[in-house]
């Protein structure tokens, strides 16, 4: 098969400028939730960096695209040393991460007649988190996290958010992801 060469990144960076500096403010200065949510993986042997950013604010941005903001942004942020340690950069949305395998633990809660929030209550305090927040129909919403520690600490921030709910939350894997959340 022949090789193909392609070009990575946007014809014009400030085609999505925007998108680069508010990348980079969050790797200059993370927030503990919400998007986007950044994962890099160190390759100890060689020491580069593959980075995953999910990011719903990808929806209709095109892949090569969202290397070129990822890359723009590492290197406004940390540095032409850094950019030039990254092997991979990939962008997903929340979607395609949870499609992806990326986002495997799920945060649902269990919200009983007798508890003494709202529905309203309970996805305001979801949002705040934010991260990978979905609703679904008549089910209140999930929060997706790539691992059980993110989860836990997720369940840490609604309860400082929303103090009642302690009881109501429980930690799921994907591969255990009930019918209702398809």
């Known amino acids: 098969m022949p090789v193909k060469r392609r070009n990575i990144g946007p014809a014009d960076p400030s085609d999505h400028r925007g998108l680069v500096d508010e990348l980079a403010g ?3 200065s993370p ?5 986007p949510m950044i994962d890099e993986d160190v390759f100890t042997r060689t020491g580069l960096l593959g980075v995953t950013v999910i990011w719903d604010r990808w929806q209709g941005i095109a892949d090569n695209q969202r290397t070129g903001i990822i890359l723009a942004a590492y290197e406004t942020s940390r540095g032409i040393e850094e950019k030039n340690r990254i092997s991979f950069a990939v962008g997903n949305t929340v979607d395609e991460a949870i499609e992806a395998g990326r986002l495997p633990i799920l945060l649902v809660p269990h919200l009983r007649k007798s508890d003494r929030m709202t529905l309203a209550q309970l996805r305001a305090a979801m949002k705040q988190v934010g991260g990978a927040y979905k609703e679904d129909g008549d089910f209140p919403a999930v929060l997706y996290f790539p691992s059980q520690e993110d989860a836990e600490a997720g369940i840490q921030k609604l309860i400082e958010v929303l103090p009642e ?4 939350w429980g930690i799921a894997s994907e591969s255990a992801r009930p019918s209702w959340a398809n």
Do not use: K
Request: no cysteine; proline share 8%.
């Open 26 to 28: 969050e790797l200059a």
């Open 31 to 35: 927030h503990p939730f919400g998007q």
């Open 165 to 168: 709910s302690t009881e109501i």
